[in-house]
């Protein structure tokens, strides 16, 4: 056995508290995300898709659609590779805001795909190899889970609309299903939630879903919140204050 260091301290000399955005498809991680690019000291990790899409030329994501027994093997184990990149990424910054994570690979798209035959009991069982290897081995940081709660017909409605080629074909039926996955394991707890869950309206539209996101900003920013009220508390305290004085 052997252990991988991983997270680097932070500037604070704290592990950044780290926060994955999870969802169905469509349901606005990358937005949500977004939304706190306003903050400098939050290191924001979007997902891999680009990298599924272009691995070395092949796109993986496209491949995995097309044709699922065949491509959605490799594809799982270049996501873990790829989610796993995103887990011991190092940051000084005070908080990491990730987009997915390992957990909802594991608990949501491969339960999915073992449900519906396209992955051999096999297959799946040197992924959970994989995924065990990994919780007992390496450091994987989690603090919060923002859960972006959206219904199936919605996130169907969204996909349709932004058009990407890969998902032309995914049907109602599969976002349902993983809308049910999602349900059972943040909300019901049917698998282990890796940190508290915060779950948000992620139904709402582009006009009306920044007040979501405003009450998700206390809990995302605490340290950094807790570090400033301390600096100013240094500041205003009496010895400070009797320093500036003098
Ligand atoms: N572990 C996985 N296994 C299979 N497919 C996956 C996995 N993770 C993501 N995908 C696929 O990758 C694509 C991107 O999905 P994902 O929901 O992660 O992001 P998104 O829809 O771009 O996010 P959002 O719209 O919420 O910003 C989808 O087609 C999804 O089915």
């Known amino acids: 056995m052997f252990s991988i260091a991983t997270e680097k301290l932070g500037s604070n000399g704290k592990k950044p508290f780290t926060v994955f955005v999870e969802g169905n498809i469509g349901s606005g ?7 706190f690019q306003q903050f400098d000291d ?3 990790l979007t997902e891999p898709v680009e990298k599924w899409r272009n691995c070395g ?3 993986l994501l496209d491949l995995m659609y097309k044709e699922p027994h065949r491509w959605a093997m490799p594809f799982q184990t270049y996501v873990t590779l790829t989610m796993l990149g995103m887990h011991t990424h190092q940051t000084t910054k005070s908080v990491k805001l990730m987009e997915r994570s390992l957990f909802s690979a594991r608990n949501c798209f491969v339960e999915s795909m073992l449900a519906s035959g396209t992955l051999h009991q096999g297959m799946y069982n040197v992924l959970q190899e994989w995924y065990d290897f990994i ?7 989690a603090d919060l889970i923002v859960y972006l709660q959206t219904s199936p017909e919605v996130v169907y409605g969204r996909m349709k609309q932004r058009a990407r ?3 032309s074909c995914v049907p109602l039926e599969y976002l349902k299903e993983l809308h049910e996955l999602h349900e059972n394991w943040l909300i019901h707890g049917a698998s282990p939630r890796p940190a508290p869950v915060l779950v948000l309206n992620a139904d709402l539209d582009l006009n009306t879903i920044g007040t979501e ?4 900003e206390t ?3 605490k340290p950094i919140l807790i570090e400033n009220t301390n600096q100013h508390a240094l500041l205003t305290s009496p010895a400070k204050r009797a320093k500036q004085d003098f």
Request: with cysteine; charged share 15%; glycine share 4%.
């Open 29 to 35: 991680k990358t937005t949500f995300l977004n939304h």
């Open 165 to 167: 080629s890969e998902e």
């Open 213 to 216: 996101y405003k009450r998700s």
């Open 219 to 221: 809990s995302i920013l």
């Open 135 to 141: 919780c007992c081995n390496i450091h994987v940081q």
């Open 57 to 59: 030329g092949v796109n």
């Open 42 to 44: 939050v290191c924001l």
